[in-house]
């Protein structure tokens, strides 16, 4: 070996996905891949019809006598608690006496094969007695049904800055739910153990969350649950507390019958069982100046939650955390109503709230500019947050690292923006039926989970005595990179190549008490925790080495698969052996807890963030004023990750959520009939975004002129959930290209998503405005 070589994959280096290669061939194992033993059997799920009702009489005979059935199951059957609400109690795993959504869950079926299973579900006889639903958020405000207490949070006196602005500006914007849409669906493999424990392989975010509630309903302790986690076939927040119904039905049919049982959704009922994005409807009452700088602001945050409390609870505080977005706001009343209604209780998905909210400070903004006759860019950096002066949040959080002024100005230059703004214009100006639109928009993102004792995390090394290394931590892999990108940094620690390293799949039998793999932190947390652990076993061995070869500690260094020790040089592995023989402890666990957060909730002030990560985004639309058919022809994003451990890793993270979020505000639309019945519960009606939908000039970059102040490894960002908020910038050229209809002279009214028909909508309501337009 040469003193000059390098290792094959530390920080900062584009290595592929760890498992790449297996998702191309097909040889990645999946939950439902799994065949436990010839003895196992299938699951299905008997739901409820009805959105509200009375259970009268529920009458399984015709389930149990039902061709290839082995064992059926209601909440009688359950030995444990009938109740797997998260955070707060009431989300029972089987409904009782009242259903209180269509999609709730009554009884289950084991089978022989999947199909009997499901055929038996479908024969329950059940008398309902109808009670009245509740399935709006409008319905549930005048009702004033409510998941949660409201809760408010403000900072100054928006109400006599309001009264004495020079202007002022109210309206209404409502933004619509989504589905997560994983390519795998929710899916749990429950296996008896000795002992009466149970092993569960669960497709999760949250291995400890789903050993904890099916100890619970099993009535046993956690350490008699073990879960197991090798990868995900996606998330995005829908498997963070989603899961456990499976795993702990799949678990309850394992111990009634005794053998290994796999219950997996099929699509449609995945998507009408399961919680989606919440809906809000945002109300604001804004006053600002000539230069369109916000002196008061009063915005109201009401969201459907559901039929249970779910994560609804903090997702509702991550939006009023992120109401500000990039803009200071010196008086601000901000207040969060979660409202109760007849539908699936409605859950984590990317960006937890916090997209909603930032669509409704982005849309007053953009109210704003249009009242003023301004550029919309111009009274967004006029709102921006400062440095020194101007840059507390409504919590009353200092903004330290802000980049935003250098990163736009990037953005805004890089992109031509100015340019091309006049050009659309002159455009619009000679094009009767095809407008084109343009908007630049920023996104601040806090990172850290808000439920401070989330914000740790576990991790387990093993060295062999061939200098092979096992690493094993708490995080999920679920497509994101996340194995790849803590493989890299235990491989930069010990100076190893990274193929030396094994990351075998999660589980609570080796690393415990695990935070979901969520709040765009799996990296800053499970990476800091592995690192702590090479660092263990890395101070052992240098320690070892200073004694064998008589030299200082600090006189040892590792560096490319070798380590030094004075005029001694050997290999990685050849250190290893000779530290067993030594009898040195060759296995360390790590933990980490990320520092300064803390939040008063009584007082609503305190440092709920570790730090920010900023982007912004420029998008360029082409729309059809005769149909509402759009076209984003153009997007530049400047995305700021740090110094990212994995630069590719980051960019298709970047890609991908910008995508995702362009669906969410263009094309996915979740469709409910009168009777609380999900219409749009496949991808035949469930639209999300294709290949032809992406836009043809994509121009991506990551912000190098940044820095990461506070202690994450190798200096980088997290940017899993940040890039989705990007996607705004879509809604507001689309905006900005009806708009032109009119001559720049009017707001168009525009809810999300903003699908054709939305579009057309408001085009044709500004020519419906006599002398206006």
Known sequence: MTGNREIVGGLRVPLPH?????????????????????????????????????IKQLDMSLVEAAPGVVAVITARDIPGTNDIGPVVAGEPVFATDVVECVGQSLFAVAARDVESARRAATQAIIDYEELQPTLTIEEALAQQHFILPPYTMKRGDSAAALTDAPHRLSGQLATGGQDHLYLEGQVALAVPQEDGDMLVFSSTQH???????????????????TTEVRRLGGAFGGKETQAALVACIAALLANKTGCPVNLRLDRDDDMIMTGKRHDFLIDYDVGFDENGTILGIDIQLASRCGMSADLSGPVNDRAMFHADNCYYLDNVTLTSLRCKTNTVSNTAMRGFGAPQAMMGIEYVVDEIARYLDKDPLDVRKANFYGIGDRDITPYHMRVEDNELGDLVSQLEHGSDYRTRRRAIRSFNDSSPVLKKGIALTPVKF??????????????????????????????????????????????????????NIKITATNTGKVPNTSATAASSGTDLNGKAAQAAAQTIKHRLAAFAAERFDVEPAQVTFR????????????????????????????????????????????????????????AAVSEVLIDILTGEYRVLRVDILQDAGEPINPAIALGQVEGGFVQGM???????????????????????????????????????????????????????????????????????????????????????????????????????LRVRPGEC
Request: charged share 20%.
């Open 663 to 765: 669906g969410w505000l263009t094309t996915e639309e979740l469709c409910w009939d009168a009777a609380g019945r999900l219409q749009t519960h496949g991808p035949s009606t469930y639209k999300i975004p294709t290949c032809s939908d992406l836009p043809p000039d994509f121009r991506v970059r990551l912000y190098d002129s940044g820095q990461q102040r506070e202690d994450v490894v190798g200096h980088s960002k997290a940017v899993g959930e940040p890039p989705f908020m990007l996607a705004i910038s879509v809604f507001h050229a689309i905006k900005d290209a009806i708009a032109s209809v009119c001559d720049y002279t009017l707001s168009p009214k525009l809810d999300a998503p903003a699908t054709p028909e939305r579009v057309l909508l408001a085009i044709e309501r």
């Open 446 to 499: 806090g990172i850290s989970f808000t439920t401070a004792p989330l914000n740790q995390a576990g991790a387990l090394i093993h060295v062999y005595t061939d200098g092979s290394v096992h690493l094993n931590h708490g995080g999920t892999e679920m497509g994101q990179g996340l194995f790849t990108n803590v493989a890299q940094i235990v491989a930069e620690e010990l100076q190893i190549d990274v193929q």
């Open 560 to 615: 490319a698969n070798e380590v030094l020790a004075g005029s001694q040089r050997l290999s990685f592995g050849e250190l290893v052996r000779l530290a067993h023989r030594s009898r040195v402890s060759l296995s360390a666990t790590g933990h980490y807890r990320t520092p300064k957060i803390h939040f008063d909730r009584e007082q609503a002030r305190g440092r709920p963030f570790f730090y920010f990560a900023y982007g």
């Open 207 to 225: 291995p400890s969350e789903v050993q904890h509630l099916v100890a619970r309903v099993l009535g046993r302790p956690d350490s008699a649950v």
């Open 18 to 54: 760890d498992s790449a290669h297996k998702h191309v061939t097909g040889e990645a194992i999946y939950t439902d891949d799994i065949r436990a033993h010839q003895s196992l059997l299938y699951a299905a799920i008997g739901t409820s019809t009805r959105a509200h009702a009375r």
